[in-house]
């Protein structure tokens, strides 16, 4: 088991969880484009919702990589029967776009801190910090990133932690500083735990 997980453990809360759920892996994920497609379509739905319409939209490239320029060959009526909506149709074809004019250069981000890389990522439209955020969990494996907006997160804390109504982002963010340089991995558990409950 990783220094990350043993680190957590110290929580004796989320020790009980990972005790339960086992190693959780950051894995990196090298196919940017389709990762940040992905967390657009998430936002503001619930996962399983979510989850459906990903893998309808994964099925519109049969025999290609999801990458901007397939993306482009698709058209509204394919989207939409994907279960897209008409703003997220627009924030996908924007990404698209920025990939192939290079706005977003996917080759620095090796050399660009956590920060930078929200930065630069939320110039287009429709990506906002916490999709900035996913993108670096999911796809970048940073180790220490929290998004405290993230609702299967608070919820997760209150019952965990005794919370007596859903913790206020301010107070989430303070309340994740006993996981750095791990609140990644604790994300993980967080969000495992809120959907089994």
């Not at 897209?84 to 924030?91: E, L």
């Not at 940073?142 to 982002?169: K, N, Q, W």
């Amino acid at each position: 088991m990783n220094g990350a997980i043993e680190f957590l453990k110290k929580d004796k809360a989320l020790k009980q969880i990972i005790e339960k759920d086992g190693e959780i892996k950051l894995i990196k994920n090298k196919d940017y484009f389709e990762s940040l497609i992905e967390a657009i379509i998430y936002q503001q739905i619930s996962w399983k919702s979510a989850k459906t319409i990903y893998e309808k939209y994964k099925k519109l490239f049969p025999k290609s990589k999801i990458t901007p320029v397939e993306h482009r060959k698709l058209n509204e009526i394919d989207l939409q029967s994907a279960g897209i909506s008409r703003q997220k149709r627009a924030y996908c074809d924007n990404l698209s776009r920025k990939f192939i004019d290079k706005s977003i250069n996917p080759k620095k981000f090796d050399q660009m801190t956590d920060e930078e890389i929200i930065t630069e990522l939320i110039q287009t439209k429709g990506i906002g910090r916490w999709t900035a955020q996913m993108f670096l969990i999911f796809s970048l494996a940073r180790e220490d990133i929290f998004a405290p907006d993230d609702l299967g997160l608070r919820r997760a804390i209150m019952l965990i932690y005794g919370f007596d109504e859903l913790p206020s982002a301010k107070d989430l963010e303070q309340f994740s500083i006993r996981w750095k340089p791990y609140r990644s991995y604790a994300s993980l558990y967080l969000w495992r735990y809120s959907r089994e409950h």
